[in-house]
Protein backbone atom coordinates (compact mmCIF):
# COMPACT_ATOMS: atom_id res chain seq x y z
CA UNK A 1 0.00 0.00 0.00
CA UNK A 2 2.86 2.50 0.99
CA UNK A 3 4.95 1.90 -2.17
CA UNK A 4 1.32 1.97 -4.41
CA UNK A 5 0.64 5.50 -2.54
CA UNK A 6 4.27 6.58 -3.03
CA UNK A 7 3.81 5.74 -7.08
CA UNK A 8 0.44 7.74 -7.45
CA UNK A 9 1.97 10.61 -5.43
CA UNK A 10 5.05 10.53 -8.15
CA UNK A 11 2.23 10.51 -10.87
CA UNK A 12 0.54 13.16 -9.30
CA UNK A 13 3.24 15.49 -9.48
CA UNK A 14 3.67 14.76 -13.32
CA UNK A 15 0.36 15.86 -13.47
CA UNK A 16 0.51 18.95 -11.65
CA UNK A 17 3.51 19.49 -13.95
CA UNK A 18 1.90 19.12 -17.04
CA UNK A 19 -0.94 21.31 -15.93
CA UNK A 20 1.41 24.00 -14.90
CA UNK A 21 3.03 23.95 -18.42
CA UNK A 22 -0.60 24.22 -20.45
CA UNK A 23 -1.71 27.59 -17.71
CA UNK A 24 1.62 29.10 -18.71
CA UNK A 25 1.44 28.72 -22.15
CA UNK A 26 -2.11 29.60 -22.58
CA UNK A 27 -1.46 32.79 -20.33
CA UNK A 28 1.65 33.10 -22.56
CA UNK A 29 -0.79 33.70 -25.99
CA UNK A 30 -3.93 35.16 -24.34
CA UNK A 31 -0.91 38.53 -24.60
CA UNK A 32 0.61 41.03 -22.50
CA UNK A 33 -0.71 41.49 -19.39
CA UNK A 34 1.11 44.76 -18.36
CA UNK A 35 -0.74 46.35 -21.74
CA UNK A 36 -4.43 44.93 -20.57
CA UNK A 37 -3.69 45.97 -17.00
CA UNK A 38 -2.93 49.88 -18.31
CA UNK A 39 -5.48 49.47 -21.33
CA UNK A 40 -7.25 53.04 -21.45
CA UNK A 41 -4.69 54.83 -19.24
CA UNK A 42 -1.89 57.53 -21.06
CA UNK A 43 1.47 55.64 -20.16
CA UNK A 44 4.55 55.67 -22.24
CA UNK A 45 6.62 53.06 -23.28
CA UNK A 46 9.59 53.73 -21.01
CA UNK A 47 7.11 53.28 -18.15
CA UNK A 48 5.86 50.04 -19.30
CA UNK A 49 8.94 48.56 -19.93
CA UNK A 50 9.67 49.68 -16.21
CA UNK A 51 6.84 47.87 -14.97
CA UNK A 52 7.41 44.76 -16.92
CA UNK A 53 10.84 44.86 -15.22
CA UNK A 54 9.41 45.68 -12.18
CA UNK A 55 6.70 42.38 -12.32
CA UNK A 56 9.21 40.05 -14.25
CA UNK A 57 7.90 40.20 -17.27
CA UNK A 58 10.29 41.22 -19.05
CA UNK A 59 12.69 38.16 -19.62
CA UNK A 60 11.74 35.11 -21.98
CA UNK A 61 9.27 32.84 -21.49
CA UNK A 62 11.39 29.83 -20.64
CA UNK A 63 13.33 31.84 -18.45
CA UNK A 64 9.79 32.98 -16.85
CA UNK A 65 8.62 29.71 -16.11
CA UNK A 66 11.70 28.19 -14.78
CA UNK A 67 11.79 31.39 -12.55
CA UNK A 68 8.13 30.13 -11.30
CA UNK A 69 8.58 26.40 -11.26
CA UNK A 70 11.54 27.62 -8.69
CA UNK A 71 9.32 29.24 -6.92
CA UNK A 72 6.89 26.32 -7.01
CA UNK A 73 9.27 24.14 -4.83
CA UNK A 74 9.64 26.92 -2.70
CA UNK A 75 5.64 27.51 -2.01
CA UNK A 76 6.15 30.56 -3.49
CA UNK A 77 3.98 31.54 -7.07
CA UNK A 78 4.78 34.62 -7.26
CA UNK A 79 2.23 38.33 -6.50
CA UNK A 80 -0.90 39.11 -7.90
CA UNK A 81 0.00 41.59 -10.96
CA UNK A 82 -2.68 43.58 -9.25
CA UNK A 83 -2.69 43.66 -5.45
CA UNK A 84 0.99 42.50 -5.41
CA UNK A 85 -0.05 40.13 -2.64
CA UNK A 86 1.25 36.23 -2.76
CA UNK A 87 -1.28 34.72 -5.09
CA UNK A 88 -0.86 31.36 -2.85
CA UNK A 89 -2.15 33.37 -0.57
CA UNK A 90 -4.85 34.95 -2.16
CA UNK A 91 -6.43 31.46 -3.02
CA UNK A 92 -6.23 29.98 -0.18
CA UNK A 93 -8.01 32.41 1.54
CA UNK A 94 -10.81 31.66 -0.69
CA UNK A 95 -10.40 27.85 -0.47
CA UNK A 96 -12.53 27.46 2.61
CA UNK A 97 -15.75 29.17 1.05
CA UNK A 98 -15.29 26.93 -2.20
CA UNK A 99 -15.06 23.83 0.29
CA UNK A 100 -17.94 24.82 2.08
CA UNK A 101 -20.06 25.41 -0.93
CA UNK A 102 -18.58 22.10 -2.50
CA UNK A 103 -19.27 19.88 0.39
CA UNK A 104 -22.34 21.55 1.14
CA UNK A 105 -23.76 20.48 -2.45
CA UNK A 106 -21.80 16.82 -2.30
CA UNK A 107 -24.00 16.80 0.80
CA UNK A 108 -27.31 17.14 -0.76
CA UNK A 109 -26.77 15.61 -3.65
CA UNK A 110 -25.86 12.15 -1.44
CA UNK A 111 -28.72 12.70 0.45
CA UNK A 112 -31.26 12.79 -2.46
CA UNK A 113 -29.68 10.56 -4.71
CA UNK A 114 -28.95 7.40 -1.99
CA UNK A 115 -32.35 6.58 -1.49
CA UNK A 116 -33.42 7.49 -4.86
CA UNK A 117 -30.97 4.64 -6.09
CA UNK A 118 -31.60 2.03 -3.55
CA UNK A 119 -35.94 2.92 -4.43
CA UNK A 120 -35.40 2.81 -8.24
CA UNK A 121 -33.04 -0.40 -7.88
CA UNK A 122 -35.45 -2.50 -5.29
CA UNK A 123 -38.40 -1.93 -7.02
CA UNK A 124 -37.51 -1.64 -10.40
CA UNK A 125 -40.28 -0.47 -12.80
CA UNK A 126 -42.60 1.11 -10.44
CA UNK A 127 -44.09 4.13 -9.95
CA UNK A 128 -40.95 5.43 -7.59
CA UNK A 129 -38.45 4.49 -10.08
CA UNK A 130 -40.12 5.86 -12.58
CA UNK A 131 -39.95 9.08 -10.69
CA UNK A 132 -36.11 9.19 -9.90
CA UNK A 133 -35.22 8.04 -13.41
CA UNK A 134 -37.18 11.40 -14.48
CA UNK A 135 -35.22 13.49 -11.63
CA UNK A 136 -32.00 11.38 -12.47
CA UNK A 137 -32.40 13.09 -16.51
CA UNK A 138 -33.79 16.33 -15.28
CA UNK A 139 -30.75 16.92 -12.96
CA UNK A 140 -28.43 15.64 -15.94
CA UNK A 141 -29.89 17.82 -18.87
CA UNK A 142 -30.15 21.21 -16.67
CA UNK A 143 -27.82 23.63 -17.13
CA UNK A 144 -26.07 25.34 -13.71
CA UNK A 145 -26.19 28.83 -14.48
CA UNK A 146 -29.73 28.34 -15.71
CA UNK A 147 -30.93 26.95 -12.69
CA UNK A 148 -29.24 29.11 -10.71
CA UNK A 149 -31.19 31.91 -12.24
CA UNK A 150 -34.13 30.53 -11.76
CA UNK A 151 -33.57 29.81 -8.05
CA UNK A 152 -32.77 33.04 -7.55
CA UNK A 153 -35.49 34.13 -9.35
CA UNK A 154 -37.91 32.22 -7.34
CA UNK A 155 -37.05 32.27 -3.99
CA UNK A 156 -35.08 35.49 -3.48
CA UNK A 157 -36.34 37.83 -5.92
CA UNK A 158 -40.49 36.77 -5.90
CA UNK A 159 -40.66 35.17 -2.69
CA UNK A 160 -37.99 36.73 -0.39
CA UNK A 161 -37.12 33.38 2.10
CA UNK A 162 -33.50 33.45 0.54
CA UNK A 163 -30.70 36.03 0.13
CA UNK A 164 -29.65 36.20 -3.71
CA UNK A 165 -25.82 35.81 -3.24
CA UNK A 166 -22.83 36.52 -0.78
CA UNK A 167 -21.78 34.72 1.68
CA UNK A 168 -21.66 34.45 5.49
CA UNK A 169 -24.98 32.42 7.05
CA UNK A 170 -26.77 28.84 6.14
CA UNK A 171 -29.16 30.68 3.87
CA UNK A 172 -26.56 31.62 1.62
CA UNK A 173 -25.42 28.26 0.60
CA UNK A 174 -28.51 26.50 0.03
CA UNK A 175 -29.72 27.86 -3.75
CA UNK A 176 -26.28 27.17 -4.69
CA UNK A 177 -25.69 23.80 -2.81
CA UNK A 178 -29.17 23.31 -5.09
CA UNK A 179 -27.81 24.22 -8.50
CA UNK A 180 -24.73 22.69 -8.17
CA UNK A 181 -25.25 19.46 -6.48
CA UNK A 182 -28.33 18.85 -8.69
CA UNK A 183 -26.28 17.38 -11.57
CA UNK A 184 -24.17 14.89 -9.49
CA UNK A 185 -27.19 13.84 -7.58
CA UNK A 186 -28.42 12.75 -11.02
CA UNK A 187 -25.38 10.67 -11.60
CA UNK A 188 -24.88 9.30 -8.28
CA UNK A 189 -28.80 7.99 -8.40
CA UNK A 190 -28.51 6.52 -11.76
CA UNK A 191 -25.45 4.74 -11.20
CA UNK A 192 -25.85 3.11 -7.53
CA UNK A 193 -29.20 1.77 -9.72
CA UNK A 194 -27.44 0.10 -11.84
CA UNK A 195 -24.94 -1.05 -10.03
CA UNK A 196 -27.63 -2.26 -6.61
CA UNK A 197 -29.95 -3.55 -9.42
CA UNK A 198 -26.69 -5.87 -10.94
CA UNK A 199 -26.10 -6.70 -6.61
CA UNK A 200 -29.43 -8.01 -5.54
CA UNK A 201 -29.86 -10.39 -9.13
CA UNK A 202 -26.66 -12.16 -7.60
CA UNK A 203 -27.32 -15.82 -6.02
CA UNK A 204 -26.04 -14.81 -2.45
CA UNK A 205 -28.74 -12.02 -2.23
CA UNK A 206 -31.38 -14.77 -3.95
CA UNK A 207 -30.58 -17.22 -0.88
CA UNK A 208 -30.91 -15.09 1.73
CA UNK A 209 -33.72 -13.95 0.77
CA UNK A 210 -34.94 -17.79 0.43
CA UNK A 211 -33.83 -18.26 3.75
CA UNK A 212 -36.37 -15.57 5.07
CA UNK A 213 -33.47 -12.81 6.08
CA UNK A 214 -35.27 -9.26 6.57
CA UNK A 215 -34.93 -7.46 3.03
CA UNK A 216 -33.91 -4.05 3.92
CA UNK A 217 -31.46 -5.52 5.91
CA UNK A 218 -30.03 -7.67 3.50
CA UNK A 219 -29.68 -4.61 1.08
CA UNK A 220 -27.90 -2.58 3.85
CA UNK A 221 -25.36 -5.06 4.80
CA UNK A 222 -24.40 -7.04 1.80
CA UNK A 223 -25.97 -5.30 -1.62
CA UNK A 224 -25.55 -1.77 -0.71
CA UNK A 225 -21.91 -2.43 0.61
CA UNK A 226 -20.98 -4.13 -2.60
CA UNK A 227 -22.88 -1.96 -4.89
CA UNK A 228 -21.14 1.17 -3.44
CA UNK A 229 -17.56 0.38 -4.90
CA UNK A 230 -18.28 2.53 -8.25
CA UNK A 231 -20.27 4.57 -6.56
CA UNK A 232 -17.19 5.73 -4.59
CA UNK A 233 -15.42 6.58 -7.77
CA UNK A 234 -18.09 8.89 -8.65
CA UNK A 235 -18.44 10.29 -5.87
CA UNK A 236 -14.67 10.98 -5.50
CA UNK A 237 -14.35 12.38 -9.08
CA UNK A 238 -17.56 14.56 -8.71
CA UNK A 239 -16.07 16.14 -5.21
CA UNK A 240 -13.11 16.89 -7.43
CA UNK A 241 -14.65 18.31 -10.37
CA UNK A 242 -16.57 20.20 -8.11
CA UNK A 243 -13.90 21.66 -6.32
CA UNK A 244 -12.32 22.79 -9.27
CA UNK A 245 -15.98 23.29 -11.48
CA UNK A 246 -17.21 25.99 -9.45
CA UNK A 247 -16.43 28.87 -11.45
CA UNK A 248 -20.08 29.00 -13.26
CA UNK A 249 -22.03 28.66 -9.48
CA UNK A 250 -19.91 30.73 -7.80
CA UNK A 251 -19.96 33.70 -10.31
CA UNK A 252 -23.75 33.37 -10.53
CA UNK A 253 -24.34 33.81 -6.45
CA UNK A 254 -21.60 36.12 -5.98
CA UNK A 255 -19.94 33.32 -4.03
CA UNK A 256 -16.21 34.50 -3.13
CA UNK A 257 -14.86 31.55 -3.87
CA UNK A 258 -11.66 30.06 -5.61
CA UNK A 259 -13.52 29.85 -9.01
CA UNK A 260 -14.90 33.77 -8.87
CA UNK A 261 -11.39 34.43 -8.05
CA UNK A 262 -10.05 32.93 -10.91
CA UNK A 263 -12.73 34.48 -13.13
CA UNK A 264 -11.21 38.18 -11.86
CA UNK A 265 -8.08 37.46 -12.68
CA UNK A 266 -8.49 35.69 -15.98
CA UNK A 267 -10.56 39.42 -16.88
CA UNK A 268 -7.28 40.78 -15.16
CA UNK A 269 -4.76 38.76 -16.56
CA UNK A 270 -3.02 38.17 -13.33
CA UNK A 271 -1.40 35.12 -14.57
CA UNK A 272 0.07 34.14 -11.17
CA UNK A 273 -3.34 34.26 -9.78
CA UNK A 274 -4.90 31.92 -12.12
CA UNK A 275 -1.58 29.62 -12.08
CA UNK A 276 -2.22 29.49 -8.16
CA UNK A 277 -5.98 28.76 -8.73
CA UNK A 278 -5.23 26.04 -11.29
CA UNK A 279 -2.52 24.36 -9.25
CA UNK A 280 -4.59 24.38 -6.14
CA UNK A 281 -7.72 22.81 -7.90
CA UNK A 282 -5.36 20.00 -9.17
CA UNK A 283 -3.93 19.35 -6.28
CA UNK A 284 -7.13 18.91 -4.44
CA UNK A 285 -8.28 16.77 -7.23
CA UNK A 286 -5.37 14.25 -7.32
CA UNK A 287 -5.82 14.27 -3.64
CA UNK A 288 -9.38 13.25 -3.59
CA UNK A 289 -8.76 10.65 -6.26
CA UNK A 290 -6.01 9.15 -3.64
CA UNK A 291 -7.73 8.76 -1.16
CA UNK A 292 -10.87 7.19 -3.26
CA UNK A 293 -8.47 4.40 -4.55
CA UNK A 294 -7.32 3.96 -0.75
CA UNK A 295 -10.86 3.64 0.54
CA UNK A 296 -11.20 0.65 -2.29
CA UNK A 297 -9.55 -1.62 0.33
CA UNK A 298 -11.76 -0.87 2.68
CA UNK A 299 -14.63 -1.12 1.10
CA UNK A 300 -13.68 -4.52 -0.24
CA UNK A 301 -10.45 -7.01 1.25
CA UNK A 302 -10.20 -8.58 -2.15
CA UNK A 303 -8.51 -5.56 -3.62
CA UNK A 304 -5.15 -5.62 -3.28
CA UNK A 305 -2.64 -2.88 -5.05
Do not use: C
Not at 36 to 50: E, F, N
Not at 157 to 169: A, E, F, I, K, N
Not at 188 to 202: A, C, E
Amino acid sequence: MGRYILNRLLQALFVLLGVTVVVFTLLQVAGDPVLIMMSGTAISQSDLQALRRELGLDAPAVVRFLRFLGGLARGDLGPSLRSGRPALELVLERMPATLLLTGAALAFALAVAVPVGIVSAVRPNGVLDLLGRTLAVVGQATPVFWLGLMLILLFAVRWGWLPPGGYGTWAHVVMPAAALGLYPMARISRLLRSSLLDVVRQDYIRTALAKGLDEPRIIARHALRNATIPVVTIVGLTFGGLIGGAVVTETVFAWPGVGQLAVQAIYNRDANVVQAAVLVGAVAFTLVNLTVDVLYAALDPRIRY
